[in-house]
């Protein structure tokens, strides 16, 4: 092959590679004028953390684990309407809707937050009680978002996609000694 054969390669699959682009872009610029919903980032993150979170019912103490995001982009903390409907998981009805706005300031197609559910969440010795809104999440399960990561403040290691929960506020049960732990234990049995 001569070197104007090779050239000319290269400009093909750079072709190929912009043309791709402009046809994700166009899908992404319909999805947004049809008020689509994705509260999930529009353009990748270089690199996404996902845990595995057990939760479980405060009902019956059934556990689940579920692959997590973290999305310090995301305003809330979330779970995915048709996981806890398949899983059983009992909801609380909101007192007001919650409205669903994309980032055009339109309001989404999804519909309306509805529902709520409050469970216990276990990551690495960390536990705690936590309330979450339940939508429409597609592929995504869960999403920690920015009121979590506020709350916890945890240790993140992008590169490798690791988390540690050194900085727990008081509260969190990661900071409690073990006789503190073995006290709530024994308040929980007298609650049965």
């Known amino acids: 092959m001569d070197v104007q054969g090779w050239a000319c390669t290269l400009c093909v699959e750079r072709e190929e590679k912009i043309a791709n682009i402009e046809k994700r872009l166009k899908k992404l610029k319909a999805k947004v004028a049809a008020g689509e919903r994705d509260i999930r980032r529009t353009l990748k993150p270089l690199r996404e953390v996902w845990l595995e979170i057990g939760i479980e019912k405060l009902d019956n103490h059934e556990g689940i684990t579920v692959k997590t995001l973290l999305d310090s982009g995301a305003m809330g903390i979330f779970i995915d309407k048709k996981f806890v409907e398949e899983y059983g998981f009992r909801l609380e009805k909101l007192d007001q809707p919650v409205e669903v706005k994309n980032v055009n300031g339109t309001s989404n197609s999804g519909g309306n937050i509805t529902h709520e559910l409050e469970c216990n969440v276990f990551y690495r010795g960390h536990h705690e009680r936590l309330r979450m809104d339940v939508c429409n999440l597609e592929r995504t399960k869960m999403i920690l978002g920015m009121p979590w990561l506020a709350a916890h403040n945890p240790e993140i290691n992008w590169e490798m996609?690791?988390?540690?929960?050194?900085?727990?506020?008081?509260?969190?049960?990661?900071?409690?000694?073990?006789?503190?732990?073995?006290?709530?234990?024994?308040?929980?049995k007298d609650l049965r």
């Not at 690791?162 to 024994?186: A, D, G």
């Open 161 to 188: 996609g690791k988390v540690k929960m050194s900085r727990c506020p008081p509260w969190c049960s990661k900071q409690m000694t073990v006789k503190q732990r073995e006290t709530k234990v024994e308040d929980r």
